[in-house]
């Protein structure tokens, strides 16, 4: 009796459970994941892949020229080069890697301020020589239309 009472709970769930994800994963992400077709893709950068400096200009997505420099102990800057030749330092905060080998930054200074909300991006599309993909905030940088930051020095 047990037994038929236990196998009975445990098919309810497994139906419930692929109605769940049914109901939840519009667009099969889930699903597709879980596909035995679906390749493995291990994340193998470090943060040493990673420090220096990336650039963003004109040809790349950018109106003024951003360079964004990364140290392998997680702190980050941002600055601009503006149309007229001023280089200013903008922002510094601190990045760090995300599940599937996204990057997340976080800026938190200025040279006048400190932000009591962080300036944000995160960059989905990531190598040691590009990095592309990038959500942000529009409004606080409304000079980069889909920018693609290219590795600098190497």
């Not at 769940?20 to 994963?25: G, M, T």
């Not at 080069?81 to 200074?109: A, M, N, P, Q």
Request: with cysteine; hydrophobic share 35%; aromatic share 10%.
């Amino acid at each position: 009796m047990y037994q038929t009472i236990v196998l009975g709970l445990g098919f309810l769930l497994i139906i419930g459970g692929g109605y769940l994800i049914k109901s939840i994963d519009k667009e099969g992400v889930i699903l597709k994941s879980l596909s035995k077709d679906q390749k493995v893709e291990i994340f193998s950068l470090t943060a040493d892949d990673i420090s220096g400096t990336f650039l963003c200009n004109e040809t790349s997505g950018c109106e003024n020229e951003y360079a964004v420099t990364f140290s392998p102990s997680g702190d980050v800057q941002l600055m601009a080069v503006y149309k007229d030749g001023i280089e200013t330092l903008i922002e510094k905060g601190i990045w760090r890697f995300e599940t599937g080998g996204l990057i997340s930054i976080s800026l938190t200074d200025s040279q006048t301020k400190h932000y009591d909300i962080p300036h944000s991006f995160l960059i989905q599309s990531v190598s040691t020589s590009t990095l592309a993909k990038i959500s942000y905030d529009v409004t606080t940088y409304p000079d980069m239309h889909k920018p693609v930051f290219i590795r600098q020095g190497e």
